[in-house]
């Protein structure tokens, strides 16, 4: 797979990210023997970039992947790691939480950093993203904390996830470096990206989007279709199938989402190798145009407008 540059001062990730939010839930994977074959595997078919978080698995993906990634051996400048931070739930790992909510202060961003890079056995970040907008980010402290890991030389590359184009514009106005994405849902059946002005916005300044969840957390394809609206989604993804010549319906229903001009990085997350060498048919493949239309007016249940 050929890497997109998420900037034109990178980094580059592989169109595919393999994304770890439900590691600890795939048995056949999460040891770090099976974890570290299947990176192997992952490299094998151009995926070379990883998506994390800190509270992936109740705070427990960054340091079973970590354990992975050092079983596997591989070359730190082979892979990516991509890592999030900003967001804290109530749970057993973090006794001192009593509510959930967002920090984006100093203070947390730079805990959060330490201890990532403790627990993935790594000295630096790919890139570091804030998880979620926090209604109370003072925009001058966590842009000043964004570029102190990027001084330590922590971090590499830094952006956001979830951000609005204003929430985006805002920090963006505090950093003297380029944020390198905003990590956004969009898929088939979540479409406002593309009309809320955030893929505009990063079209415009020329940043590449992460997307979580391209595969609508896969509920086009499990079970029988008894609802009109997903047996008509599923009529035309199998049409489209055939006719680009994709190997199913979940990789036809992600190349639709990586033809978006914005130039889209996809996060996927089964451990399934034979599921993940079907998707990887969609990295590189250019869905025609009239396809494309023919699924979202599918999506829509309605012809463009």
């Given at each position: 797979m050929e890497k997109i540059a998420l900037t034109a001062a990178g980094p580059g990730l592989s169109p595919l990210t393999w994304g770890t939010w439900r590691l600890l839930q795939q048995d056949e994977?999460?040891?770090?023997?099976?974890l570290a074959r299947f990176i192997d595997d992952c490299l094998h078919l151009g995926i070379t970039s990883f998506d994390l978080a800190d509270i992936y698995g109740k705070f427990g993906s960054e340091e079973?992947?970590?354990?992975?990634?050092?079983?596997?051996?591989?070359?730190?400048?082979?892979?990516q790691l991509v890592t999030k931070c900003g967001i804290r739930p109530i749970a057993p790992?973090?006794?001192e939480t009593l509510v959930k909510h967002y920090d984006s202060s100093r203070e947390h961003i730079i805990r959060s950093v330490t201890n990532s890079l403790r627990i993935l056995k790594t000295d630096y970040l790919d890139l570091l993203l804030v998880h979620r907008p926090d209604p109370l980010m003072d925009a001058d402290e966590t842009a000043e904390a964004l570029e102190e890991v990027m001084a330590k030389g922590w971090v590499?590359?830094?952006?956001?996830?979830n951000f609005s184009t204003s929430q985006f514009a805002l920090l963006q106005d505090r950093l003297s470096v380029p944020l390198c994405t905003n990590q956004l849902e969009f898929s088939l059946t979540h479409h406002d990206p593309m009309f809320d002005g955030t893929f505009d916005q990063l079209q415009q300044e020329r940043v590449a989007p992460m997307i979580w969840s391209p595969l609508?957390?896969?509920?086009?394809?499990?079970?029988?279709?008894t609802d009109e609206a997903t047996k008509r989604m599923r009529a035309a993804l199998e049409f489209v199938a055939q006719d680009e010549g994709l190997p199913d319906l979940a990789s036809t229903a992600l190349a639709w989402v990586l033809r978006h001009p914005v130039k889209p990085v996809a996060v996927v997350g089964t451990g399934n190798l034979d599921r993940l060498k079907a998707l990887s048919k969609a990295a590189g493949h250019v869905m025609d145009r009239q396809n494309w239309y023919r699924l979202w007016e599918a999506a829509r249940g309605a012809p463009a407008p």
């Open positions: 994977i999460k040891a770090p023997k099976d079973a992947f970590g354990l992975g990634l050092a079983e596997n051996g591989v070359d730190r400048s082979a892979v790992a973090r006794p590499r590359h830094i952006g956001v996830s609508a957390g896969g509920n086009l394809f499990k079970g029988d279709a």
